[in-house]
């Protein structure tokens, strides 16, 4: 019924050495909104309507309302049992509130919904990668645990998409955090020989997905407003729109190679978000080569608020920056 709308929105990143966690809760919830008044009204009406269950939940969780976001969530999913969009914002919901199990649980019957979709597992694996790279409570076991289910769940991707650059670059990562936990020096240079291969196969595989676009035909950008940077500034809204706001964001991991050739600068990257504010693919606008594959990885993982437009929730385009930086 809508087209995908076009937005550029720059939306700038410094890494740091120790990436923070998802953002700190408000310790008490806040009186409900006007627009939360007005989706509650629409989904008793509509309780198929997904988006509006969606914004939401994401609207009661940013004022607290943890129990409410939850049981609006729930309600989607009992209502509407076979979109993925429920089960991944409700994954979301629970991987910021702590629950890791019940992330995975959410995630693993959203691959379940379609088994032949490769991002599903991709997806999973990104989650326990993020687990077992940031949590440093884990003891080792659990540690090398998540890293195997993680790998795992690279296999299933891989498995229907042997050429997916992002499972293949997560397995990489899944492999050396699954190395640097092992104790036989042997199995130990085993394991980095494989992610090595791994790595240079994702490597080549995004090169040459880089010579066929340049070889095509570039889809123009609109022109940049008078005082912006060509290219990288916002277009003047859209009539009608509510713009997407960034509500979760998952810092890029430097690596190793660039951080220690000092590699720095900016990727652009175009992102599709779909009408529930999830990014459903990126394409990297302006590369840095050894960068890439470090932003796309975080920007996927980046959750917005739904854009709406004349009270609907759609699906848009949007432009961001992912800016590495010694500082």
């Known amino acids: 019924m809508f087209g995908t709308l076009i937005l550029l929105v720059a939306l700038t990143f410094a890494p740091q050495s120790q990436p923070p966690r998802d953002r700190t809760a408000p310790q008490s919830a806040s009186n409900p909104s006007a627009r939360e008044a007005e989706l509650t009204k629409r989904v008793a ?11 939401l939940s994401k609207l009661q969780e940013a004022r607290g309302a943890y129990a409410e976001a939850e049981a609006t969530l729930l309600g989607a999913r009992q209502n509407v049992p076979t979109d993925k969009s429920v089960l991944t914002g409700l994954a979301g919901f629970y991987n910021r509130q702590g629950s890791f199990e019940k992330t995975i649980e959410a995630l693993e019957a959203a691959e379940r919904i379609d088994p032949t979709d ?28 998540y890293a195997m289910s993680g790998i795992a769940a690279t296999d299933r991707a891989l498995a229907l998409k042997p050429d997916y650059v992002d499972a293949l670059t997560y397995k990489n990562l899944l492999l050396r955090m699954q190395a640097n936990l092992e104790t036989d020096p042997v199995r130990k240079q085993q394991l980095i020989a ?55 964001d998952v810092r890029p991991i430097y690596p190793p190679d660039a951080l220690a050739a000092r ?22 606008l302006r590369s840095i080569p050894a960068l890439d594959e470090a932003a796309l990885a975080a920007v996927r993982q ?8 004349n009270g609907v929730a759609v699906p848009v385009k949007m432009t961001v920056t992912v800016n590495f930086s010694l500082q």
């Open 45 to 55: 009406e509509t309780p198929n309507g997904v988006a509006a269950f969606l914004e």
């Open 118 to 145: 490769p991002t599903a597992p991709e997806t999973v694996a990104t989650y326990y990668w993020d687990k077992a790279y940031r949590d440093q409570k884990l003891l080792p076991a659990d540690q090398l645990r």
């Open 194 to 248: 494989e992610a090595d291969v791994l790595r240079n196969r994702a490597m080549e595989l995004s090169k040459q997905r880089a010579a066929i676009n340049s070889e095509s035909a570039p889809v123009p950008l609109p022109p940049p407003p008078p005082d912006g940077p060509r290219g990288l500034g916002p277009r003047p809204p859209l009539e009608g729109i509510q713009q997407p706001t960034k509500i979760k």
């Open 263 to 284: 590699i720095t600068g900016v990727v652009v990257i175009e992102v599709a978000l779909d009408a529930a504010g999830h990014v459903r693919d990126a394409t990297v």
């Open 302 to 309: 980046w959750e917005f608020t739904p854009a709406i437009s």
